[in-house]
C-alpha cells in the first residue's frame, strides 16, 4: 500500500494522462479499494464536449474491471485555488461503491491533501443502492 506522499505521486500521474484539448483542465483520480489494490483514471474528453469522462468514472471503470468493488480511499487531483471537487455526476458515482468510513480526498500537485470529505459530506441524503431494496 502507497504511503500517503506516494498517493500524491499517483494522482500526479494519473493527472499528466488526462486526455483534455478542449477545457485543458487536467484531472486525476486515485482509488485504494478495501482489498488495497489501487487503479487510477484521468479524464478524457472528445469533440463533442458533453461526452467527455471525468477521472473519477476511469478510476472507477478500473477499479470494477481490476475486480474491485468497493473504494476506501479516492484521491481527486486538480490544479487552480478552488478545491476540485468531484461534480455532482461522479459524486453518485462514487456514492455507490462508498459507505460511511470512505475518504474522499481533494488535492492538487503543490498542495497535496487540501481537503478530506466523507460521502456524506459531498452527498447528503444520497439515494444508492439501500434505496432500491
Ligand atoms: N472533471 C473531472 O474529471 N472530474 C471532476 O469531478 C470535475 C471535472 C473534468 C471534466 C472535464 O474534462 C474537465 O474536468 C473540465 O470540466
Redesign the pocket.
Known sequence: MPKSEQWIVLAEKAMSK?Y?P??N???G?VIETAEGEVFSG????NASYPE???????AIAAMIMGGGQRIKQIY?M?VGELL????G??RQRIREFSDEQTLIHICSPEKGIRKTLSMDDLLPYSFGPTNLL
Do not use: D, K, M, W
Not at 476540485?84 to 461534480?87: A, F, G, K, L, N
Open positions: 488526462a483534455v478542449y477545457s483542465f487536467q484531472v483520480a484521468c479524464n478524457v474528453e467527455g469522462t471525468c477521472a473519477e468514472a476511469g481527486v486538480g476540485v471537487t468531484p461534480c455526476g461522479c
